[in-house]
């Protein structure tokens, strides 16, 4: 939904909250939208079902499964695929919802969009906006670090923060390059992601053919409630090798048909990052010596282990890989909810303009949103752990998930509003999805709930802030009208 700036605050009633986005001036010739001056500068749509997939499932397979299967394991013991299994039915109640929303309302802004229909209030749109936002600037930096890190330094001992800060420059000038050049790049960086976590199957495969590796570490579980403890506790390590489907919603308006396209490729991605998931914890309870819970690295365990004498600066590399790729979806994403935030003036409208890097393509890229969201995640690599940055997502992503399943309860009330022709998930997922998303966060320890509650406080700061300033500049305007 487009508002011109110096309008009345977008409604969740009537015609307009039902129209969808850029209507006002009708869609461009080239499939685009229009922008949120309400020129026919806004987003192309030019993402098709393979590259949907693909980036969805490009930002799955992040760093996630590559950094914590370690610590799965050190909860959980030998049965290490449990977790994940579950882990994989908590992520498809919340997705499922999210493709309910998105199909409805395939906009840039994703779970502030959701918010804004559903309760059509902009403190709360803004909120849950900025908890997203600020989760993936947030992941951004901490995934700059992780790939300044350990895997790295198997190639290369290099300063870590110049290194970190040199990669962000290299993933805003992709990003700046349009999301074409950026899915392009993603297409690459996913088939090595899945190549190097199929090779750790196969690996594992080798160690078992040797005469090595214990197929009993695979069952290995301790009885009655202290196993189903332990598998919950290791089940919210693992949830979050599944987060990055989210990421998605804030792209739904460069897609040519997210109604068709945006369920399939979304739940396609989830079962297919569920599968190797449950393969690479097979993987790692039978073939790391000594048992999974052993090592902090069990996949370069594996590598090791096994009798086919794979370098593992080769296999570092995979990893690094996994986390460039995952770095870049996610900055995708911040720049096209900051976008999608200033287009609906819940953040300044300079973060809506768009630049077109290749006129004769007619490319558009929300570059203000790209620069800023850059050096805001160069300040956090700057000033943060990755350790603090990485429990700190975690907080906010279950405060955006439990909002985006309340949200479809409530838009339930309300067929009439958003595309008529979408998904509609099955009436208890999002009960259960919102249930999850309780369970989760009361794993979580204070300290954790604490930071999460220090952003927000900052984000209802810079919201009040915003509004001071736009009432200051509508009350000049009176009084120069006089």
Known sequence: ????????????????????????????????????????????????????????????????????????????????????????????????????????????????????????????????????????????????????????????????????????????????????????????????????????????????????????????????????????????????????????????????????????????????????YVLVGLAVSVATPGGAGSSDAPLLDVVAASPVGIPAQAFAVIALVAVANGALLTMIMASRLTYGMARERLLPSVLGRTAFVDRGEGRGTPAVAVVVTTVVAGLLVATGSLATLAATVVMLLLVVFAAVNVAVLVLRRRPEEGEQDHFRTWWPVPVLALATCVLLAAQQPWDVWGRAGLMLAVGLALYALTRLARRGRTEEDAERAR
Not at 47 to 57: A, C, H, S, V
Not at 89 to 113: D, H, K, Q
Not at 188 to 215: F, I, P
């Open 1 to 276: 939904m487009t508002t011109p700036p110096g309008a009345s605050a977008p409604t969740t009633s009537g015609a307009s909250a039902s129209t969808p986005a850029g209507s006002g001036t009708g869609p461009r010739p080239d499939g685009g939208t229009p922008g949120p001056d309400g020129s026919g500068e806004g987003l192309r749509r030019s993402i098709g079902p393979r590259l949907l997939l693909l980036f969805i499932l490009g930002d799955v397979l992040g760093a996630g499964i590559y950094a914590l299967v370690g610590t799965v394991a050190a909860e959980v013991g030998g049965a290490v695929w449990v977790p994940l299994l579950v882990a994989l039915g908590m992520a498809l109640l919340t997705a499922l919802s999210y493709a309910e929303l998105v199909t409805r309302f395939p906009r840039a802004g994703g779970a502030a969009v959701f918010v804004q229909h559903a309760f059509g209030r902009p403190v709360l749109s803004f909120l849950v906006g900025f908890a997203m936002l600020s989760a993936g600037v947030v992941s951004a930096a901490a995934l700059s670090l992780a790939f300044a890190g350990d895997y790295l330094a198997q190639i290369v001992d290099l300063p870590r923060v110049p290194v970190a800060l040199a990669f962000l420059a290299v993933v805003m000038a992709l990003n700046l390059r349009g999301i074409r050049d950026s899915l392009r790049a993603n297409v690459v960086m996913t088939l090595v992601e899945v190549g190097g976590l199929v090779l750790v199957v196969v690996l594992a495969a080798t160690v078992l053919g040797s005469g090595g590796g214990d197929l009993s570490q695979a069952v290995q579980l301790e009885p009655g409630w202290a196993g189903a403890s332990a598998v919950l506790a290791a089940s919210t390590v693992a949830f979050y090798s599944f987060v990055g489907f989210e990421v998605s919603a804030n792209i739904a308006e460069e897609a040519r048909d997210p109604r068709r396209d945006y369920p399939r490729a979304l739940i396609t991605a989830l079962l297919v990052a569920g599968v190797l």
